[in-house]
Structure formats: C-alpha cells, structure tokens
T-cell receptor
Framework: SQQGEEDPQALSIQEGENATMNCSYK?????LQWYRQNSGRGLVHLIL?????REKHSGRLRVTLDTSKKSSSLLITASRAADTASYFC????????????FGAGTRLAVHP | GAVVSQHPSWVICKSGTSVKIECRSL??????MFWYRQFPKQSLMLMAT?????????EQGVEKDKFLINHASLTLSTLTVTSAHPEDSSFYIC???????????FGQGTRLTVV
C-alpha cells in the first residue's frame, strides 16, 4: 500500500524561483529517493539519501531528511521551464531490497 | 548505471484478450523485480514482487489470477494482464535492483489501452 504523502499536490512558479516539495512517510526506511516523471513517461532517478544522512546536494537539487519526523524535502533552486514535471519521493523499507513505496507526487509547473 | 528494458512501450488490445509485458535487466542479474501500475495523474502503486524461480508476492488488493507474473530467469520477468478490460488501461512499469546497489532501476514503462 502507498505509504508516502507529499505536499503540495501541485505547485506553479515562475522561472528563476525555487520550488520546495515535501514528503512524509510512516515506517523505518533504508533510504529515500526522489524521482522525476515527465508526462506519460518513465521515471528519472534524481537523488538518494540514506537514513543516516541529513542533507544531500546534486546540482540545483537539495534534499533533506528528518528521520525523527519521518519527512523529507526536495528543493529545486533557480527553476527552469524544463523542470516542469511530476516529482515523487519513494521510500525503501528496512530490509526492502529495492522495493519502493511511492508518495502521491507533486506536479510542478514552471512558467517562463 | 544498470539498464532495465521494458517491452512493449505501448499496446492497444481488445477487451477480453491477454497482454504480456516483458521486463529485462540487460547488464545485470536480478533475482527480484517489481511491477507498478500508474493511473493518469496518480502515483505509482506497487502491484507485486517478482521472485526468480518462485511465486510472485502480490500486494493487497491485486488479483494474482488477473495479473500473472513469471520470473523464469535472472534477467526476465513478465507480467500478463489476463482477460483485459478497459479499467485495466494504465501505465505499467517495472524495476529491478542490482546486488550491491541501493538504487532501483526502472524500465521505460508500458502504456496499456484496452478498448
């Protein structure tokens, strides 16, 4: 069953602004991953943060993880129109061996 | 990273027919693969865990007789949607993990339309 919740469900911003998406989960995890999906297409892996990590950066992406609150956030800085997509967090349970449970997703629209 | 190939990328079938979707790990062996379903504007829902050489493990609410999974080799899992109906129309996507890697690798997905 789906365990992750994400907010906001939809986010509309202008190019150059930052976009922040949040994800919450319910059980102990090995890691949390963020994925991007363009409309009707496959998933693109963005970043993985392990349960013993608190923050991770990759280019314009910054991910934080708070295991005490069972939550994570994805920040996209200086957004571009090409960032328009749906973003999903996915958690791997402890002992899950790549079995991922996805959050509801955030649909991001970046306007030129 | 490792490559997972899914075929076909899209398929249209008539109501009552069966459709087989293949998921292959191209450059690694996967003892376990996963099948997800995604309805429009919704998230990915885990359907089942495909186990090489043994029966698949289905998530609650997923009909195992409707969605047949076969994982006969270390590089191939198949999902067969039997007696498909329009409500089975969805985007199906598989994933596999390589031993030693924490990242799961996803196929390109299959868009099934049942008419």
């Amino acid at each position: 069953s789906q365990q992750g919740e994400e907010d906001p469900q939809a986010l509309s911003i202008q190019e150059g602004e930052n976009a922040t998406m949040n994800c919450s989960y319910k059980t102990s995890i090995n890691n949390l991953q963020w994925y991007r999906q363009n409309s009707g297409r496959g998933l693109v892996h963005l970043i993985l943060i392990r349960s013993n990590e608190r923050e991770k950066h990759s280019g314009r992406l910054r991910v934080t993880l708070d295991t005490s609150k069972k939550s994570s956030s994805l920040l996209i800085t200086a957004s571009r129109a090409a960032d328009t997509a749906s973003y999903f967090c996915a958690t791997e349970f402890s002992g899950g061996y790549n079995k991922l449970i996805f959050g509801a997703g955030t649909r991001l629209a970046v306007h030129p | 990273g490792a490559v997972v190939s899914q075929h076909p990328s899209w398929v249209i079938c008539k109501s009552g027919t069966s459709v087989k979707i293949e998921c292959r790990s191209l450059d690694f062996q996967a003892t376990t693969m996963f099948w997800y379903r995604q309805f429009p504007k919704q998230s990915l829902m885990l359907m089942a865990t495909s186990n090489e050489g043994s029966k698949a493990t289905y998530e609650q609410g997923v009909e195992k007789d409707k969605f047949l999974i076969n994982h006969a080799s270390l590089t191939l899992s198949t999902l067969t949607v039997t007696s498909a109906h329009p409500e089975d129309s969805s985007f199906y996507i598989c994933s596999a993990g390589e031993t030693g890697y924490t990242e799961a690798f996803f196929g390109q997905g299959t868009r099934l339309t049942v008419v």
